[in-house]
């Protein structure tokens, strides 16, 4: 299958109960294995360290780290958000849990062990929902952290904190304040979401709402776009991207939208700012962004799409009613993804279901649509706000998507479409989550849940020609050592790591079931390598063993076509 | 021979503890942690003390991180007080001490059957000191703290107001007269474990003057305690003794 879906609870926490609400993911760009995940989940041990979610397999299988400081034994942390910069250093943003609104950025240490984070960055009062990105450029890792920031002002004002080399600096790094409004907002300033998206030539892109007035039931909201074309660098950052009716930095692609404030809840979830930005990693003028409000009536997510560097924009290329969590990214075939969770059905029967859609036209054809996970709305109740979060999360790195959402764990096949793994105890016979002594039932409640998908070609038709045909005169030799010689084939970039184990298992794979292979399909062992190749450039981070659409004219551009190998 | 002072200070530094035989010396069943000498794997056989969700952890493995090598052998049984420093398929956990398993079995319950309720009255006493005002009291009215609509935050504590007429003075306080706890009526995450206090309801308060919020408040569970005698007993205790 190309998608997996794992609750991410590991085994032997199959007893707990909390509502793990709000999740994050970070996936390594220097080594995809190593992902982190986060949500509102405090050490089991009520220790001083907040927990994050670990896997070293890709998102196979999760361990629980306390290694974030200052948590609290009942959520962790406050808000919380996490990236890997391209130098494979970890980093987060959040609310300490001791501390109310107080903001940390911290950086990892060892992947495994994982080891405690080291705050880099600290204000202690009033900032709300940091939500960070991460990327390396020029050996410097820069880190963007947007933010609604009331230090030192009267009104919180959409702001980004961020560190030019939040790697090597000494501490405290070099963290700086910029405020990204420019205009007059309501009596309380504008809305908790600030999102920025970085592209790796240096364009930062941050979406953020404007709320122009506020009277606690309803807000009238501006959607603004500021953009940076050089990291947020110079005496005038952010400065790239002005309206066109009034001069002022940011492009207002969206004007007074009236926005519902908390209530009406969806699904028992609070609403009222819901945000996402993507820019597209192969091309920095392409960037989309998606945002909810109630203009039409009921909360409806909107996606709009501009391919001249956030200038212009388009009119809704997809919207989605009684929604919220939006999740953007773009892959390296230029591929959107689109995450969100929407209420469906009426009440008692409301169900949240979580669905990924992939367009490589902007919904002018059918997209590829995965049904997530279809759960009860009502069920857990809700112990506190937010209820599954305020926001998911999803990321693309090379052809692939990760994300992360939450979800009523009840353990039913029929509530997750495209299948699930659970690693805590559960009997999916009769719907029930069991104990660590495998024995004793344990209530439902609120998980995190990770996917991943991966796209794969139909090889045999999208390999490179030069590497099929080179594969396939080997698959008709039978010498061990010159099996070796398949890594004269392969393009030299992917031919650093892993080769051993690639030949490794082709070598099982040819004498499976003690048969040569010559008995057997040829091609489903070219199909493997095919997979393996697919892992290596993952693991990479680099090259290619597959056809990118830009080299194949014939197809005039468009996307090859995908089909799930199942 | 077990003495109850070092189960007792081992205890004070541990968070999950049990008897357990090493299953495998050397080695490690997570990936995340590299075998060494100073790591096994250890079978649970007896919880002892332990966070709620490993209560029932007893016949799951462990991979212990040492403080030594020593002593690590197969299938040798001890008494292990340890902190979880990882959660996965099984846990891993950091030692802090091992004695040799209980042949006194009943010294180590004795002295772990009370540790959660000491840590409880540990923090029941940090709360109570620092209160500026403790009473039994009974509310007699709720009303929003504010008059504007909030602050516009997820995070807005909506800070209401409870009416509380003292019963019983603690530490300040006069009888039959009234007094004003802030409370935040929020059930966000920042807050929603704070005491909403509910009409008629009658309880310990301790109250505290805490960062900007305008008035006392009670942001603590351990700030509002059951009105029973015996708690009003221990609670008084408990103020004796931080004065003492």
């Not at chain 2, 709360?127 to 500026?132: F, G, L, T, Y």
Request: charged share 20%.
């Amino acid at each position: 299958m190309p998608l997996t879906v794992v609750n991410m609870t590991p085994q032997s926490l199959s007893g707990e109960q909390n509502q793990d609400s709000e999740p994050q993911i970070a996936v390594n760009p220097a080594n995809p294995r190593e992902i982190v995940g986060s949500a509102f989940t405090p050490d089991p041990a009520g220790g001083s360290l907040a927990p994050v979610y670990v896997s070293e397999d890709g998102g196979l299988t999760w361990a629980l780290a306390p290694i974030i400081p200052g948590g609290n034994s009942f959520t962790g942390t406050g808000d919380l958000t996490i990236r890997f910069a391209g130098s494979g250093t970890f980093y987060a943003a959040d609310l300490r849990g001791d501390g109310g609104l107080h903001l940390n950025v911290l950086r990892g240490g060892t992947f495994s062990p994982p080891s405690a984070m080291t705050v880099v960055y600290d204000r202690p009062s009033n900032v709300d929902q940091p939500y960070i990105q991460a990327a390396t450029s020029a050996g410097t890792d820069r880190v963007h952290v947007g933010a609604n920031d009331g230090n030192g002002i009267p009104k919180r004002q959409s702001s980004l904190e961020q560190s030019l080399d939040a790697r090597t600096a000494p501490l405290p790094d070099n963290f700086s304040t910029i405020v990204l409004e420019s205009r007059a907002t309501s009596g309380v300033g504008d809305a908790p979401s600030v999102r920025p998206a970085i592209h790796p030539n240096g364009t930062v892109y941050v979406a953020y709402l404007a709320w122009r007035a506020w009277n606690g039931i309803t807000s009238t909201t501006d959607v603004v776009i500021c953009r940076d074309d050089n990291w947020g660098t110079g005496a005038n950052p952010y400065n790239a991207l002005n309206d066109p009716l009034d001069g002022l930095r940011g492009n207002r692609i969206a004007a007074g939208l009236v926005i519902n404030w908390i209530s009406p809840t969806l699904g028992q979830e609070r609403i009222g700012s819901d945000l996402a930005i993507a820019v597209d990693p192969t091309n920095s003028d392409s960037v989309y962004v998606a945002w909810a409000d109630n203009a039409g009536g009921p909360y409806t997510l909107h996606v709009r799409h501009s391919t001249d560097r956030g200038v212009n924009w388009s009119g809704d290329v997809r919207t989605v009613t009684n929604a919220k969590n939006p999740g953007l990214a773009v892959n390296s075939d230029g591929r959107l993804g689109f995450l969100f969770q929407q209420v469906t059905g009426a009440a008692p029967n409301q169900r949240w279901v979580t669905s990924l859609e992939l367009t490589s036209n902007n919904w002018a054809g059918p997209a590829e649509t995965h049904v997530l996970a279809t759960v009860p709305a009502g069920t857990p109740g809700a112990t506190f706000w937010p209820y599954i979060g305020d926001y998911v999360c999803l990321l693309a790195l090379n052809t692939h998507f990760y994300g992360v959402f939450c979800a009523n764990n009840t353990p039913d096949n029929a509530n997750f479409p495209s299948g699930v793994r659970y690693q805590r105890n559960a009997d999916f016979a009769t719907h029930v989550l069991l104990n660590v002594n495998n024995i004793t039932q344990v209530p439902i409640s609120i998980d995190p849940f990770f996917f991943h998908y991966s796209p794969r070609y139909k090889w045999h038709k999208e390999l490179k020609p030069e590497i099929k045909e080179k594969l396939e005169i080997k698959e008709f030799k039978l010498e061990r050592k010159e099996k070796f010689e398949l890594k004269e084939n392969i393009k030299p970039e992917i031919d650093t790591k892993g080769l051993k184990e690639l030949i490794k298992d082709k070598d099982k794979d040819l004498v499976e079931g003690g048969k040569r292979f010559v008995e057997g399909d040829p091609f489903r062992h070219l199909g493997k390598i095919a997979e393996r190749l697919d892992q290596l450039e993952q693991d990479l981070g680099d090259g290619r063993a597959f056809i990118r659409p830009e080299e194949r004219p014939e197809l005039g551009g468009n996307i090859p076509k995908e089909e799930p190998t199942g | 021979m077990i003495r109850g002072s070092d189960v007792s200070e081992y205890l004070s530094r541990s968070t999950f503890v049990f008897t357990g035989t090493v299953s495998q010396a050397g080695a490690s069943s997570l990936s995340q942690i590299e075998a060494t000498e100073h790591t096994a794997i250890v079978r649970v056989d007896e919880v002892h003390f332990a966070p709620e969700v490993l209560r029932q952890y007893a016949g799951g493995l462990v991979t212990l991180i040492g403080q030594t090598a020593e002593g690590l052998a197969g299938e040798q049984q001890a008494l292990f007080f340890t902190n979880v420093s990882l959660y996965g398929e099984t846990l891993a956990v950091q030692e802090v001490a091992r004695m040799h398993a209980p042949k006194e079995p009943d010294i180590v319950h004795r002295e772990i059957a009370g540790e959660s309720e000491r840590r409880d009255e540990m923090r029941l006493r940090e709360r109570i000191s620092s209160a500026e005002l403790v009473v039994r009291g009974e509310v007699v009215g709720l009303a929003p703290a504010e008059t504007e609509l909030g602050r516009g935050s997820e995070h807005d504590p909506n800070w209401w107001r409870a009416t509380i007429r003292v019963l019983e003075p603690l530490k300040g306080g006069s009888p039959g007269k009234t007094i004003e706890l802030w409370y935040p009526n929020s059930r966000d995450v920042q807050w929603y474990r704070s005491p909403k206090p509910l009409p008629g309801q009658q309880a310990i308060w301790a109250l505290h003057r805490e960062g900007d919020v305008k008035g006392l408040t009670a942001l603590s569970e351990f700030d509002v305690r059951p009105a029973d005698e015996i708690e009003v007993q221990r609670v008084k205790r408990l103020l004796r003794e931080s004065l003492s």
